[in-house]
């Protein structure tokens, strides 16, 4: 959530940072609402004083012995009038909160300008392009070949975009998943192992309600909602937390599954691994001072490379632009791996800043100097779990149909070739 005195008092500011997004946001209802609710306590303010005045008026006359009749009807009809301003601010209050959830983060001036991802802006690459010598298989056919995936399975238990793995896919997946925790451990993050499931205060938080409803599960009969990505109960292990300076950064990693309805998505990556109802993924959060949260950004985005160079799988970085940031982040960059059935690079990871926006929203601090502010969060994948087994199984695939497991994974999975 913005700044709402920010908001308010840098209005062109804040519609000429917003312009490069899609979408309307409701600035100038803001701003009306916001002055709207100055107006009302100010009103309230003058009718207690004026209330607290004839009060102390009819003690005196009460005293006096005097009639003071007038006097009380006057006190209960500005009494009527403060009750009927509380009932308005409230609302205007409610309605102000709800229309600052819906307005995203500013992006930061180092954002490149652009409507879509065709303007995202290509940072750096490392690797080239995986070439074979024979004619390379998608993922989902090597899977299937050597009894690692079963997607029809998957579809009998289940339904559509659910994967059960199996045998050497099942080992896979484990192994990339700890080769990923102990890696980020050994870069000063302290693994966390939180819920699956979070009520709808610590969605709020981190900017996934209200405005991608429709891309959760809630639980039924609860205010449960499944995690669409472990940014959500880790970065609310401090909701309403004041921290000290020298605890600054703090450093998190986590695996969840990760749960997502795709709502608007049909047709979209429907093979394979890409685009999940459920998948597992190794998260890093962080939560940072404001002085030194872009420094975290870049360092983090290098953490979560680490991992594909240890794979030596091809990625490139790219600066996602104004058109592509998503809601809550104000600067992201986005890791995309090699994938040989694609013939592009496909997103593996996406490493963002939020600076204060999700602090605010769940109101987490830190005390500096006597003086407490927002911290800065930031978090990312580091990586994608099931994405990061699709790259392996393509990009090590043989032509007699096997796979050749990568160095850095042959300690978790105990074989240096699966076939």
């Not at 601010?89 to 409610?94: I, K, W």
């Not at 659910?162 to 102990?182: H, S």
């Not at 993924?281 to 872009?294: I, Q, T």
Request: hydrophobic residues 35%; glycine residues 6%; proline residues 4%.
């Amino acid at each position: 959530m913005l700044d709402l005195k920010k908001v308010c008092d840098n209005i062109e500011y804040v519609e000429e940072r917003l312009s490069g997004r899609s979408g309307h946001f409701p600035i100038a209802e803001v701003a009306q609402k916001a002055k709207r609710r100055k107006e009302i306590i100010r009103e309230v303010e003058a009718l207690k004083a004026e209330k607290n005045k004839v009060s102390a008026e009819i003690a005196q006359m009460k005293r006096e012995g005097k009639a003071c009749d007038d006097l009380i009807k006057k006190m209960r009809d500005e009494g009527d009038k403060i009750k009927a301003l509380d009932d308005e601010l409230s609302e205007v209050e409610s309605s102000l909160k709800e229309l600052m959830y819906a307005i995203p983060n500013l992006p930061d001036e180092s954002v490149p300008v652009g409507s879509d991802s065709d303007d995202n802006v290509e940072v750096r690459r490392w690797g080239e392009p995986t070439k074979f010598d024979f004619e390379p298989k998608a993922h989902w056919d090597i899977g299937t070949s050597l009894d690692m995936l079963n997607f029809e399975q998957a579809g009998k238990i289940t339904g559509t975009r659910f994967t059960v793995y199996r045998n050497w896919g099942a080992k896979l997946e484990r192994a990339i998943m700890n080769l990923m925790l102990d890696t980020h451990a050994k870069s000063g993050y302290t693994e966390i192992f939180p819920p699956f499931m979070v009520n709808r205060d610590s969605m709020l938080g981190t900017g996934q309600l209200p405005k991608f409803e429709e891309d959760m599960f809630a639980v039924k009969g609860t205010n449960y909602y499944l995690i669409p990505t472990a940014e959500v109960p880790v970065t609310n292990l401090h909701r309403g937390d004041v921290l000290s300076t020298d605890q600054l950064p703090i450093k998190y990693c986590a695996y969840t599954a990760c749960f997502r309805a795709e709502a608007g998505s049909a047709g979209r990556d429907t093979r394979g691994l890409i685009r999940q109802h459920q998948f597992n993924k190794v998260e890093l959060v962080k939560f940072a001072h404001p002085d030194h949260s872009f420094e975290e950004l870049e360092s983090l985005t290098n953490d979560a490379e680490k991992i594909l160079q240890l794979l030596k799988i091809p990625y490139r970085v790219v600066c996602l632009c104004t058109g592509d940031l998503g809601f809550s982040s104000t600067k992201t960059y986005d890791i995309e791996v090699w994938l040989p059935s694609y013939g592009r690079f496909v997103e593996i990871s996406s490493c963002s800043n939020f600076v204060d926006f999700q602090a605010r929203r769940a109101n987490i601090r830190f005390k500096e100097n006597g003086k407490t502010q927002f911290v800065h969060t930031l978090n990312g994948s580091g990586l994608a779990i099931g994405r990061t087994t699709a790259a392996v199984m393509e990009n090590y695939q043989n032509a007699d149909g096997s796979i050749t497991v990568p160095e850095a994974l042959r300690p978790y999975i105990g074989t240096d070739i699966i076939k």
